[in-house]
């Protein structure tokens, strides 16, 4: 007896959401075999579960994860668009001794701006920082550094950071190995982190 109040009830709720229609409130409907049928449009829903944890230290170290990927983002978001801007900057250029003035301006600007703080970071923060501005711009950091400042300085910074266990020449794989990063940078673009 309580089921069939219930239907009933519900039955009835939904018939009075959908049978007024105001002149100041419009459903959008289709007709469909002569009825006339309403639809609502709904909000994307993003449904995230993280993977379960083996341990404490297991879920600190992905806590730590996502720490650093909302510190360093930021960063690679601003490098991308300062590198598309120089990049238009330079392909407009009349020659080489001009787009190398260009290339000169743009390392001064960008280490006016962040060198104090991108020497503050951590190892693995600037791990990220490459494999990020790899995400965003499509190229790797060995590459802009080897298109911008020339191919010498590009293996003498490539030797350099491999010394500290640093790859500049690394893809970022969304897909594979950097999944879990790609992950958290999904849920801060959707802003639920």
Do not use: C
Request: glycine fraction near 6%; proline fraction near 2%.
């Amino acid at each position: 007896m309580k089921k069939t109040i219930a239907i009933t009830a519900l039955i009835f709720i939904y018939g009075l959401a959908f049978s007024q229609v105001t002149s100041d409130k419009i459903v959008a409907a289709t007709v469909l075999d002569g009825d006339t049928i309403p639809y609502l449009g709904l909000r994307e829903v993003t449904i995230v579960s993280w993977r379960p944890f083996r341990n404490a230290s297991e879920e600190q170290a992905h806590r730590r994860l996502v720490n650093n990927v909302r510190f360093v983002y930021p960063y690679a978001k601003v490098a991308s668009a300062k590198m598309r801007h120089y990049d238009n900057l330079s392909a407009s250029a009349k020659n080489r001794r001009e787009r190398n003035k260009i290339s000169k301006r743009a390392e001064e600007e960008i280490k006016a701006q962040f060198e104090n703080d991108i020497r503050n970071m951590t190892q693995s923060q600037g791990i990220l920082l490459i494999k990020l501005i790899d995400r965003e711009g499509g190229k790797s950091s060995y590459e802009i550094i080897s298109a911008t400042r020339g191919k010498f300085r590009a293996v003498f910074w490539q030797s350099f950071s491999y010394f500290w266990g640093i790859d500049l020449k690394e893809q970022y794989d969304p897909s594979g190995k950097d999944k879990e990063i790609e992950t958290i940078v999904n849920l801060i673009d959707a802003g639920l982190i």
